[in-house]
């Protein structure tokens, strides 16, 4: 139980152009989403909290305008890197937080994005 | 500002002996603690959560708890060369949803 799965796994794309990551909640619905940036050999990074039909809850120094968070569903989160340069390569992880539950977070496998 | 402590490692260990990481919070008022493990180039897995003072053990993994004195560790026996990975702190304060990541720990079991 409680699989977290994210699409795609890795991203190659030029600068300028957007990329959109998908973050599903495969056996549990989540009320709350998380999105991370993780740099190499760094620790993780929250850059927002998604709630399910709300705007999401951005952390300081997070640009909302460049990082677009959508909760369309219980089971669905979408981050799209808007006009992507080579400084938003990293790795992106999303988790999820079950309906109802204690406070653990269930991370996906990541998206590794490299913006030429 | 909330904290989560670790030390960075690494922190190596014979295959075979008890790993003992450790882990220190600034709020007072932290309810929930979780470790989770994280393999180089991989995203983090949820291995123990411990929500009261004493011991919570699975498996090989022991959870511990001093609320008191605000730590929090986890033991791993019989260390395999598999549990080598970095192993995260997280804490959550309550009145939130957000978890706070300690920096890790980088955990090297020698064969």
């Known amino acids: 139980g409680a699989v977290v799965s994210q699409h795609p796994s890795r991203v190659i794309c030029k600068s300028g152009t957007s990329v959109k990551i998908e973050c599903r909640s495969l056996d549990f619905q989540a009320t709350t989403m998380f999105w991370y940036r993780q740099f190499p050999k760094k620790s993780l990074m929250l850059m927002a909290t998604?709630?399910?039909?709300?705007?999401?809850?951005?952390e300081q120094g997070v640009e909302k305008d460049k990082f677009l968070i959508n909760h369309a569903s219980l089971t669905l989160s979408t981050l799209t890197v808007t006009s992507a340069h080579p400084e938003d390569s990293s790795f992106y992880i999303c988790s999820a937080r079950a309906a109802g539950g204690p406070y653990e977070q269930f991370f996906g496998p990541g998206t590794r994005l490299t913006v030429l | 500002q909330k904290e989560v402590e670790q030390n960075s490692g690494p922190l190596s260990v014979p295959e075979g002996a008890i790993a003992s990481l450790n882990c220190t919070y600034s709020?007072?008022?932290?309810?929930?603690f979780f470790w989770y493990r994280q393999y180089s180039g991989k995203s983090p897995e949820l291995i123990m959560s411990i929500y009261s003072n004493g011991d919570k053990e699975d498996g090989r993994f022991t959870a511990q708890l001093n609320k008191a004195s605000q730590y929090v560790s986890l033991l791993i026996r019989d260390s395999q060369p598999s549990d080598s990975a970095t192993y995260l702190c997280?804490?959550?304060?309550?009145?939130?949803?957000?978890?706070?990541f300690g920096t890790g720990t980088r955990l090297t079991i020698i064969p």
């Open positions: 997280a804490v959550n304060s309550g009145g939130n949803e957000k978890l706070t």
């Open positions: 709020d007072r008022g932290s309810q929930s």
């Open positions: 998604s709630n399910e039909g709300s705007k999401a809850t951005y």
